[in-house]
């Protein structure tokens, strides 16, 4: 008796997982996904993860410098155009410079 009620559980058990992964298969119980990889202001999208992880943050001091020292290079980051001198970053500030900080 033990034995026909576990070959019927059993049975039923795979029925009712063929049924249920079927209708999986078919999306009668699940809907598809309605997010879209790349939008870049969903949480995990490529283009979050990548700007987040590359962000880099510039402040300002309270440093001001009316000439640049020789031998400065233009550099663009986080589209912001700034002045690189050696190890020191200034950023144009109307007709002098201020020193930044970038992190």
Do not use: F, W
């Not at 059993?10 to 999986?24: E, Q």
């Not at 009668?28 to 992880?53: E, F, Q």
């Not at 290079?73 to 007709?95: A, S, W």
């Amino acid at each position: 008796m033990k034995t026909l009620i576990r070959s019927i559980s059993l049975c039923a058990g795979v029925l009712v997982g063929l049924v249920v992964d079927g209708a999986l298969d078919q999306g009668i119980l699940i809907k598809d996904a309605a997010a879209i990889i790349g939008r870049p202001l969903t949480p995990v999208s490529v283009a979050g993860v990548a700007r987040r992880t590359t962000r880099r943050v510039i402040y300002r001091t309270a440093v001001y410098v009316p000439v640049l020292p020789a031998g400065c290079t233009t550099i663009i980051v986080e589209g912001t155009t700034l002045q690189q001198c050696g190890g020191t970053y200034y950023q144009p500030y109307g007709n002098q410079y201020v020193i930044v900080n970038v992190n």
